[in-house]
């Protein structure tokens, strides 16, 4: 029992320790492509609820990946989520989304990560995209309705700062 302990003491103190932070802006929502699950319009409450778990989502991922000393300003400049809305398909009263293949997740992102007053990594209007979002692993739930823009962004994440 207490080999095990100490094995489990001596890899928690090997791992990094992580707590990094984000700030995420979303700039001119009103212009975004498609950032509204029921496509209703730039004003709605679906698209402050987008956003607002889009930022959650961001955060969370930099609280788990980046280290404590490390932030991350995000700007959003524009959301296209996976799908389409087809007004003549309709459940319940509502539009539908229909998600193919060729509509797959999209954002426009400028992006500077700082370590104190050192920028680590920076990029200014970075498309992100998953081409292949139908196809594989997604570990979010299908009943979540932003689980292809969240794997998204996962990948990028990793791809960006994770493997520095």
């Known amino acids: 029992m207490l080999a095990s302990l100490a094995v ?5 103190a090997a791992g990094p320790a992580r707590a990094g932070s984000a700030e995420v802006r979303f700039v001119q929502p009103e212009t975004y492509r498609d950032a509204n699950p029921q496509h209703r319009g730039p004003d709605s409450e ?18 788990q990946r980046l280290g404590a000393d490390e932030r991350l300003a995000v700007q959003v400049l524009d959301i296209d ?29 400028s992006f500077t990560l ?14 992100v995209t998953d081409l292949n979002f139908l196809r594989g692993f997604n ?14 962004l ?10 520095r």
């Open 81 to 109: 989520l996976a799908g389409e809305i087809e007004p003549w398909r309709r459940a319940g009263g509502q539009d539908l989304r229909i998600v193919r293949d060729i509509t797959m997740p999209r954002m426009t992102l």
């Open 46 to 63: 679906a698209q402050a609820a987008v956003q607002a778990e889009l930022q959650r989502h961001l955060e969370r991922l930099a609280q």
């Open 154 to 163: 996962d990948q990028w994440f990793d791809a960006r700062f994770a493997r």
């Open 139 to 152: 570990r979010y739930s299908s009943s979540d309705p932003l689980r292809y823009e969240k794997a998204m």
């Open 8 to 12: 489990l003491a001596a890899l928690a």
């Open 114 to 127: 700082t370590r104190g007053s050192d920028v680590l990594a920076s990029g200014a209007q970075e498309r």
